[in-house]
């Protein structure tokens, strides 16, 4: 299965967020958040984003989503000379995009369709 | 031009096309080929969502109870179709 990776400036945020995708698309698929800076406040730190992508990973790729702003600068960072394509971060609405790809990832559909399913998440009505 | 099948089926009493529920239908969805819709049952509300799309099973707010409409078109439409109105009326909370 396709593994999710959360970013965001909260722990707490990645984590209820990681919670919740997992209570929808059922335990089996890896959401791993990653959250908050090296001292514990609000921040990003790479180091954490990089282990998450590493539990995350099961070998089908895995897909990015990241809050806001520096976030997303840090995944790029990371990502930055690996772009191999295996570890995707999408344009994507934090919430409705981990929930989006948690239950594709969950059905077994591949990379591609587990990232597509996220950023359309963009254009979904909430009712 | 790919025939289009359709079909109604009842939530069980008690159980909304919500999180895990809304899940389990999604993922049996995504297990067939065919273009597969669901939908109110147009007395107050037919709104029609894709049948793969987790957010738009959700923003339907189906509750307990409630006809659905489901369609299908494609190569294994009938099959579909078969195991989507099975998967509504088998689905707990």
Redesign the interface.
């Known amino acids: 299965m396709v593994g999710i990776v959360l970013v965001s400036h909260s722990l707490e945020l990645a984590r209820g967020l990681a919670d919740l995708a997992s ?4 335990a089996e698929v890896k959401v791993e958040p990653a959250g908050g800076g090296p001292d514990g406040k609000l921040g990003t730190n790479g180091d954490a984003v990089r282990e998450a992508i590493a539990r995350a990973d099961c070998g089908q790729g895995v897909v990015v989503l990241a809050d806001l702003g520096s976030s997303i600068l840090t995944v790029r960072h990371l990502l930055q000379g690996k772009a191999n394509g295996h570890v995707r971060l999408v344009d994507a609405p934090f919430v ?1 995009g981990a ?2 790809a948690a ?2 990832s ?4 591949s990379l591609e369709d587990v990232a597509r ?1 996220a950023e ?2 963009r254009g ?4 | 031009m790919q025939a289009s099948f359709e079909s109604t089926v009842a939530l069980p009493a008690g159980v909304a096309l919500h ?2 529920p ?2 389990t239908f ?2 049996t969805a ?2 067939f080929r065919s273009q597969l819709t669901v939908g109110l049952d147009g007395k107050v509300d037919s709104r029609v969502a894709n049948a793969k ?4 099973v959700l ?1 339907l ?1 189906a509750t307990g109870g409630t006809v659905l409409r489901l369609s299908a078109e494609g190569e294994d439409a009938p099959a579909a179709l078969e195991a989507l109105a099975s998967c509504v009326s088998g689905l707990v909370e």
């Open positions: 209570q929808v698309a059922g409705e929930v989006a239950v594709m969950s059905a077994g559909q399913a359309e998440a979904a009505s909430k009712f | 999180a895990r809304a899940a999604v993922k995504l297990g799309s987790i957010l738009a923003a707010g």
